[in-house]
T-cell receptor, first 113, second 110 residues
Framework: AQTVTQSQPEMSVQEAETVTLSCTYDTSENNYYLFWYKQPPSRQMILVIRQEAYKQQNATENRFSVNFQKAAKSFSLKISDSQLGDTAMYFCAFMPLVGKSTFGDGTTLTVKP | DSGVTQTPKHLITATGQRVTLRCSPRSGDLSVYWYQQSLDQGLQFLIQYYNGEERAKGNILERFSAQQFPDLHSELNLSSLELGDSALYFC?????????FGPGTRLLVL
């Protein structure tokens, strides 16, 4: 069974600064997908970024980028130029090609003005 | 707006009762996923359907069941409800591996 670990329950960052959220996972599969989702106080789950395991290039979406280390089974999210609207809980998720999805317990990020 | 709709938004019921949660996927999406999120916890995968057939199953209780209909909408049935079933239930849909989440149904069991 796959596991996803987010070792930082809470983090904070000053507005306009950069912050990195960590995520590690365990799997015996070679092909899979990794995601970061954001859950603001409204509790809506919003897709932030996606990474295919077979791609070596790290995914980037505007201010959001990942550092994907397949051998180390690490998938961290970097948020640049943090904004107040980035305040939310962030979930790392592992999704195999077939089978159940696994989410981490989340990291609560607070962006301070 | 993800394009995934869920009804009802809120549901308050009593222990022992049965409820049905409904999900309409995004246009063209064949897969529907159901998740449970208890207070201050992560998401627990319940079940996935693909084009009407069960594709993957998580830690779904025997008191819970789901199905996906020919028009691709899905229903999650929760029966013999207990206080611990109070949670936010999400539906997600997708065509590939990317899942787009609906706004959720907040269930409160009293």
């Amino acid at each position: 069974a796959q596991t996803v670990t987010q070792s930082q329950p809470e983090m904070s960052v000053q507005e306009a600064e950069t912050v990195t959220l960590s995520c590690t996972y365990d799997t015996s599969e070679n092909n899979y997908y990794l995601f970061w989702y954001k859950q603001p106080p409204s509790r809506q789950m919003i897709l932030v970024i996606r990474q295919e395991a077979y791609k070596q290039q790290n995914a980037t979406e505007n201010r959001f980028s990942v550092n994907f280390q397949k051998a180390a089974k690490s998938f961290s999210l970097k948020i640049s130029d943090s904004q107040l609207g980035d305040t939310a809980m962030y979930f790392c998720a592992f999704m195999p090609l077939v089978g159940k999805s696994t989410f981490g317990d989340g990291t609560t990020l607070t962006v301070k003005p | 707006d993800s394009g995934v709709t869920q009804t009802p938004k809120h549901l308050i019921t009593a222990t022992g009762q049965r409820v049905t949660l409904r999900c309409s996927p995004r246009s063209g999406d064949l897969s529907v996923y159901w998740y449970q999120q208890s207070l201050d916890q992560g998401l627990q995968f319940l079940i996935q359907y693909y084009n009407g057939e069960e594709r993957a199953k998580g830690n779904i209780l025997e008191r819970f069941s789901a199905q996906q209909f020919p028009d691709l909408h899905s229903e999650l049935n929760l029966s013999s409800l207990e206080l611990g079933d109070s949670a936010l239930y999400f539906c997600a849909s997708g065509q590939g591996e990317t899942q787009y989440f609906g706004p959720g149904t907040r269930l409160l069991v009293l």
